[in-house]
């Protein structure tokens, strides 16, 4: 496993408000700040959302790593151009399929929704969906970004295809958020790192067969169809609101 390290300038909200108190006390008078009142709109422009992405892997792609690589660059690279939105998540890559947590402003989940339209040229993903995106959550399943190439024997699981396919696409999207919410509460009580927990509890995996039968629904927007989605908002008509992907506003 590899976990990208936050090169770009990230400060904590902690390390902020210390500067304040200190700040209040050089002067004497707790008033208010320039560098307050930047920070306080800085704080209301960034709304944290959840993305998850599933895709199959190119049959073209030679070594799985190298997608690993792709996304850790990704994430340096938006790390130095959004200082201030703080990129977290979990990029799980199967011998043959990706599934990708990202959570971050609406800018960069664009950001990375973008890099996947462009992705038939790099021989990397095929066919990628666009599967759940929360709205203003509230707090973040994973303390950072990072990713773990699978091995084969991991993600066995008791799914049969058969039983799968014949799950609605609500149901498969639960199972998925279900397996998250899972792992979040063993993150929460061992303070481990994501791939770890994985090592010890392979059950918490999403079955590939999951992410195979999600593929092919068509409820489901490919990340081009998203966006053209986002980029055209005066254009939806209700029919459309449900079709893409399934969105939860916390």
Not at 151 to 173: F, H, M, R, W, Y
Not at 216 to 230: C, K, N, S
Request: proline fraction near 5%; charge should be negative; hydrophobic fraction near 35%.
């Amino acid at each position: 496993m590899a976990a990208s390290s936050h090169r770009g300038r990230s400060v904590s909200a902690k390390s902020w408000e210390n500067r304040e108190s200190e700040e209040e006390e050089e002067d004497g008078h707790g008033g208010v700040k320039l560098f307050d009142v930047y920070y306080g709109k800085m704080r209301e422009k960034v709304v944290l959302q959840r993305l998850i992405v599933v895709s199959r892997l190119s049959p073209r792609l030679s070594d799985r790593r190298q997608l690993g690589a792709h996304y850790e660059k990704l994430h340096f690279e938006l790390s130095k151009h959004y200082i201030w939105d703080h990129m977290t998540g979990l990029l799980l890559i199967y011998p043959t399929h990706l599934l990708h947590v990202i959570e971050s402003t609406r800018e960069v989940l664009v950001s990375v929704l973008k890099d996947m339209q462009q992705q038939p040229g790099c021989s990397l993903l095929e066919a990628p969906k666009v599967v759940f995106l929360a709205n203003d959550t509230q707090s973040r399943m994973f303390p950072q970004w990072s990713y773990k190439v699978l091995p084969a024997d991991q993600c066995i699981g008791d799914s049969k295809a058969s039983d799968v396919e014949e799950e609605n696409t609500d149901s498969l999207v639960c199972s998925v958020l279900s397996a998250l919410h899972k792992l979040e509460e063993k993150l929460d009580i061992t303070k481990a790192d994501p791939g770890s927990v994985l090592d010890g509890s392979p059950e918490l995996i999403v079955p590939p067969e999951v992410l195979e039968s999600l593929l092919t629904r068509d409820e489901l927007q490919t990340p081009q169809q998203h966006l053209q989605l986002y980029h055209s908002p005066l254009n939806i008509s209700l029919e459309s609101g449900r079709r893409g992907c399934y969105m939860s506003v916390d």
